[in-house]
């Protein structure tokens, strides 16, 4: 029977990572001392120097509508941190600037996916790829990859899942869950089977670029072959803790870029002002201004590791980017913890939340249903405090 709604918002799932951040909170009010290892955002504040750039452009009245893809100050900025983070050659007609990245990939996903169309997701991935996709008529089409392949697809494996249906492939890297980084041999391994199927586009992620351990980074676009059948997202909300500013971009052909441009216009028409003008100081910013961000990550991505692992039952790879680790719970499915089932990750989740006091994200949500996330984007203390509780809870 209808409830007044459309099919295509009753068939879309929840953000999870949005609704197990929010019930945290809803506990948190209600008193309870819960640890949200749920979201994944900076706890850090927005450096000054671009508090001090927004503040400038509300005193000088960037108060109106802006070019629908964003100022070309802005994207004339973007251009040269293409150039200078990851060689690649864009030009600013080539650039479009929206409410977040998540707004460029769902831009993106109206412009370029048919009905019908596949889309290539390795497993784990961000778990708004799908809905996305799905949202655009496309269908997800999981490639599952294991903690032992340190979660990345494999040439072969991306081979085999490419039909006559194939429109694109997205992923992030480094990637949200798994923290895997591709190198370049990797990527270039992949565009090898690319090269075969013309017709494919890639979306890259790279809104983790800068939250990298690894001391390796590339650039799907700067793989030779790939740049005029890549679409770059990136944004500023990661590396410089500008969650709620929400501006995001891509660097695309420039017909891609267009369409994107014509979907925004009658849609947002354009991002927020006062944040362009601000994001302008972040991405001229030399990457150094980051390092000490970084360096308090990488401190707690080897607390947390190091801790998981003296958690029996839990397995996990070392994440060498972003602020996450994605241990695999399985081998507590099917066990009874303090009088509760686990079946699944779900379960498994839930139970950290009510026994531990902890708030994770079940790994079904990124397409991989024996895993759970947690974000380390909190303090060292907090961190402690809740692999304690879950050690306990789960001894
Ligand atoms: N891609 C990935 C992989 C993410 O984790 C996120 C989370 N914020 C986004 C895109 C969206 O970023 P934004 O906040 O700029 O919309
Ligand atoms: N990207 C973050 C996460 O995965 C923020 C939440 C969201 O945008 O879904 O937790």
Same mark, same amino acid.
């Given at each position: 029977?209808?409830?007044?709604?459309?099919?295509?918002?009753?068939? %879309?799932?929840?953000?999870?990572?949005?609704?197990?951040?929010?019930?945290?909170?809803?506990?948190?009010?209600?008193?309870?001392?819960?640890?949200?290892?749920? *979201?994944?955002?900076?706890?850090?504040?927005?450096?000054?120097?671009?508090?001090?750039?927004?503040?400038?452009?509300? $005193?000088?009245?960037?108060?109106?509508?802006?070019?629908?893809?964003?100022?070309?100050?802005?994207?004339?900025?973007?251009?040269?941190?293409?150039?200078?983070?990851?060689?690649?050659?864009?030009?600013?007609?080539?650039?479009?600037?929206? =409410?977040?990245?998540?707004?460029?990939?769902?831009?993106?996903?109206?412009?370029?996916?048919? @009905?019908? @169309?596949?889309?290539?997701?390795?497993?784990?991935?961000?778990? #708004?790829?799908?809905?996305?996709?799905?949202? #655009?008529?496309?269908?997800?089409?999981?490639?599952? =990859?294991?903690?032992?392949? @340190?979660?990345?697809?494999?040439?072969?494996? *991306?081979?085999?899942?490419?039909?006559?249906?194939?429109?694109?492939?997205?992923?992030?890297?480094?990637?949200?869950?798994?923290?895997?980084?591709?190198?370049?041999?990797?990527?270039?391994?992949?565009?090898?089977?690319?090269?075969?199927?013309?017709?494919?586009?890639?979306?890259? $992620?790279?809104?983790?670029?800068?939250?990298?351990?690894?001391?390796?980074?590339?650039?799907?676009? #700067?793989?030779?072959?790939?740049?005029?059948?890549?679409? =770059?997202?990136?944004?500023?909300?990661?590396?410089?803790?500008?969650?709620?500013?929400?501006?995001?971009?891509?660097?695309?052909?420039?017909?891609?870029?267009?369409?994107?441009?014509?979907?925004?216009?009658?849609?947002?028409?354009?991002?927020?002002?006062?944040?362009?003008?601000?994001?302008?100081?972040?991405?001229?910013? $030399?990457?150094?201004? %980051?390092?000490?961000?970084?360096?308090?990550?990488?401190?707690?991505?080897? *607390?947390?590791?190091?801790?998981?692992?003296?958690?029996?039952? *839990?397995?996990?790879?070392?994440?060498?980017?972003?602020?996450?680790?994605?241990?695999?719970?399985?081998?507590?499915?099917?066990?009874? %913890?303090?009088?509760?089932?686990?079946?699944?990750?779900? @379960?498994?989740?839930?139970? %950290?939340?009510?026994?531990?006091?902890?708030?994770?994200?079940?790994?079904?949500?990124?397409?991989?249903?024996?895993?759970?996330?947690?974000?380390?984007? =909190?303090?060292?203390?907090?961190?402690?405090?809740?692999?304690?509780?879950?050690?306990?809870?789960?001894?």
């Amino acid at each position: 029977m209808s409830n007044g709604l459309s099919d295509r918002i009753n068939n %879309l799932s929840t953000s999870q990572t949005l609704a197990m951040a929010a019930l945290a909170r809803e506990l948190k009010a209600q008193g309870k001392d819960i640890i949200s290892l749920s *979201l994944g955002e900076p706890d850090f504040n927005t450096p000054d120097f671009i508090k001090e750039a927004a503040k400038k452009a509300i $005193d000088e009245n960037y108060s109106t509508y802006s070019p629908v893809d964003g100022y070309l100050e802005l994207k004339e900025a973007i251009c040269r941190k293409f150039k200078r983070d990851n060689n690649l050659d864009y030009k600013p007609a080539n650039i479009v600037v929206s =409410t977040g990245a998540k707004q460029s990939l769902y831009n993106v996903a109206q412009c370029m996916i048919n @009905d019908g @169309d596949e889309v290539i997701l390795p497993a784990p991935y961000w778990v #708004s790829y799908s809905e996305i996709i799905k949202m #655009s008529g496309g269908i997800p089409v999981e490639v599952s =990859t294991s903690i032992e392949n @340190d979660f990345k697809i494999t040439p072969q494996q *991306l081979e085999a899942a490419i039909t006559p249906k194939t429109k694109m492939i997205w992923y992030s890297s480094p990637c949200n869950p798994s923290g895997s980084v591709y190198s370049r041999e990797e990527f270039t391994a992949i565009a090898e089977v690319l090269k075969k199927y013309p017709n494919i586009y890639v979306v890259a $992620d790279e809104i983790y670029e800068h939250i990298n351990f690894s001391g390796t980074f590339c650039s799907m676009a #700067s793989i030779p072959g790939m740049f005029e059948r890549t679409i =770059t997202v990136n944004g500023v909300a990661k590396a410089f803790a500008m969650t709620g500013w929400r501006i995001g971009y891509i660097g695309a052909p420039e017909f891609i870029a267009k369409a994107c441009t014509k979907m925004q216009g009658q849609v947002t028409s354009g991002a927020n002002s006062i944040a362009q003008r601000a994001t302008i100081t972040a991405v001229d910013a $030399d990457p150094s201004v %980051l390092n000490e961000m970084v360096a308090a990550f990488k401190s707690r991505r080897d *607390l947390v590791v190091g801790l998981i692992k003296e958690i029996p039952g *839990l397995k996990i790879n070392v994440p060498e980017g972003a602020f996450y680790v994605f241990p695999d719970v399985s081998s507590f499915f099917g066990k009874t %913890l303090r009088g509760t089932v686990i079946n699944n990750a779900d @379960d498994f989740s839930m139970y %950290l939340l009510s026994e531990a006091n902890v708030a994770t994200v079940t790994g079904d949500a990124f397409g991989n249903p024996n895993c759970i996330r947690f974000s380390y984007a =909190t303090s060292e203390e907090q961190l402690t405090e809740a692999m304690r509780r879950i050690k306990e809870a789960l001894a």
